[in-house]
DNA sequence: TACGTTATGGACGATCCATTCCAGAACTGA
DNA sequence: TCAGTTCTGGAATGGATCGTCCATAACGTA
């Protein structure tokens, strides 16, 4: 039932989302909408919080606990796990969350509170997963976590963002490897020391 | 005038801003608006060209042509600069490129073309950048230059679009810094050798 | 089955907004 | 100064949209 008004609001943002087309996709009157949530602002705010709560379940997915030794592999399939899932967007839809940001953060606090409490909450599970992978040796421990995990949020989310601009999908899977591939490993005994 | 017009799409978006805006900010009647540009959609048009342009020309002017030795300089003042710009932006604005591609580019061909095109074009700014860098040694010249760009292009977008979803100023700058850290410096005699 | 209560959903009213229109201003050239 | 032309800008228009309302349906209870 919120599903089908989410997809509306994702294809067609809050503006451009009329009562009636979701009185049409949910199969509901539109008495028992305004009955049920309000207004369209209330119903957004409903969409847009579940959106976000599935947001961070998917990370919480990839990132949840387990041995230190494969927190770079979780990490890794983390990021790409969000470059396929904008590379295969091909309705370029982008993300709820990036879009109702766009449009809303602006001037509703609620979603503005909202978008900010997503960002944190993806940023503290990269940061347990970024320490997990320092304590193993896979990444070096002189690198701060808390910045190692705003810039992979930043690439994460910068990936939906130039996916959106029309950058191809290919790029987008070489970004998610890149981003991967430059993260500071330990300055270990036979790395660089051959040359 | 278009800047005048600009102010309000940026201010708020597309779908929220009203041709009497627009015609009370620039000072014109509605008569004359329409005579100039024909309707809402080609005066968007027109800014958001504007737009595009000023931020290929915002880059052209950090990473314009200079010697080799400085070339990571300028790669570092231009991300930094994008840093700056999101941090500063406290009326939480955005950029109107994300923000019109955000709202229009799924429905809007040309906005679509127009933003794929500009990142087309930062994209081949920072490539012939890291290129330079690349000659002079300050980066791994075994590192692909066009994957490098990605990267950075996504981080500088990335900045921008978790600086409207709510991370602080201090967050990006860091960000930023940690980015320029993280590229693949020349696997040279005496960085990691000394352990 | 019959009655009271709640839920439903389509029609309606009020509002908003993009666009058009036209009366008058400004300007050009003599 | 004056006639012709272009430009201006606010009022009018027409269509679309949000939110309300009420007749009806569904449901629970005796």
Redesign the pocket.
Known sequence: MLERAREQFWETGFAG????DI?RAT??????L???FG???ALFHRVFDGWCAAVVEVAEGRLADGPDAEALDRLSSYVHLMAENTAADTARRGCLLAKGTAELAQHDPAVAARSAATMTSLLALLRKEIGAAQRHGDLDSAADPERLAALLLTVVRGIEAVGKAGLDPETLRGVADTALAVLPTTPSRGDGATT
């Not at 989302?17 to 009636?20: E, H, K, L, S, V």
């Open positions: 989302t009329r009562m009636d009185a199969g509901l009157g539109k008495g028992s305004y009955g049920a207004d369209k602002g």
